[in-house]
């Protein structure tokens, strides 16, 4: 397999990122708890750690998000590795609605205290704030839709399009603070920067299509060694590396070009979507012991 190559750290903080986490630090003390929209598919990789050190002693709830694309058993995982930590956790599928109609219990469940303390005060119908945070096209603006029932925040397939902040109307007794997602100075691990380029997080180009399709064969191939087998009828010699299993797949696409050399950009191309759009299968890239070790 190929090596770890530092070249592919990317770094990046685009001014409104910046900005971005300036507002969130001054609107923290306006909200009772923080909850935080994660791609299940890369549970480490779509955490910004700089949200931790933001939201301080807040309590906080995590949105696995995307689960109709991620290894269910692993999500299972995931969850009970959350909630260890004391984080209260919803499992969803935006696009499906699937999930979507726990947020209110849960978030209830979470901030039952404060509740508590509200109709002791007599304060009964004072609503609960919450800051919705995420780093970009984690679905973040898709979950606020869905939970308020509405169409008016944009949710597109790429980063950086929720800008400003939004307050967001739930009901009477749920008041939510959508906030524009921000990635982080540096991935120090290459292996976050890779994982975000493979789900489309960070934007198209940054990394070499060639090259992510190559690493992301390799890691398809060392967890989900069958789905590829059955995908394109290969099997998978243990010392071939990514560009070799790219070839093998693109020969047996028929992705020939003069020469009988195989178009390896095409199948590059090919890889990506069938990955993205969960033709190959139900993946999650990242384990909870992998975190232990972060």
Not at 167 to 186: A, C, Q, R, Y
Request: net charge positive; aromatic share 6%; charged share 30%.
């Amino acid at each position: 397999m190929m090596a770890q190559n530092n070249d592919l750290n990317i770094q990046w903080y685009p001014g409104h990122m910046m900005k971005t986490r300036r507002m969130m630090e001054q609107e923290l003390r306006l909200v009772d708890a923080v909850c935080e929209i994660l791609d299940a598919r890369i549970p480490i990789s779509s955490r910004n750690p700089d949200i931790d050190a933001i939201c301080g002693q807040k309590p906080r709830m995590v949105v696995l998000n995307r689960i109709d694309l991620a290894d269910p058993a692993l999500v299972e995982r995931w969850a009970d590795w959350f909630r260890k930590r004391g984080w209260a956790v919803l499992k969803t599928d935006c696009r499906s609605r699937k999930g979507v109609q726990g947020f209110v219990p849960v978030v209830q469940k979470l901030l039952a205290d404060k509740l508590a303390r509200y109709r002791e005060k007599g304060q009964a119908g004072r609503p609960l704030k919450l800051m919705v945070v995420g780093i970009p096209n984690v679905g973040k603006s898709t979950f606020i839709n869905q939970i308020a029932g509405r169409k008016g925040a944009k949710a597109e397939n790429r980063p950086g399009v929720t800008r400003g902040k939004q307050w967001v109307t739930v009901s009477d007794s749920l008041l939510l603070l959508d906030t524009p997602g921000i990635l982080w100075p540096k991935f120090d691990d290459p292996k976050v920067g890779l994982h975000l380029a493979y789900t489309g997080a960070v934007k198209d180009g940054v990394i070499d299509t060639l090259t992510l399709a190559a690493r992301l064969m390799e890691l398809l191939a060392a967890r989900y060694p069958k789905a590829l087998e059955d995908r394109y009828r290969m099997d998978i010699p243990a010392d071939a590396d990514g560009y070799a299993l790219l070839e093998r797949a693109g020969r047996k696409r028929g992705f020939l070009v003069s020469g009988g050399e195989v178009d390896l950009d095409r199948m590059a191309n090919v890889l990506l979507e069938e990955y993205r759009s969960c033709k190959l299968g139900r993946f999650t890239l990242e384990t909870p012991e992998e975190a232990e070790n972060t």
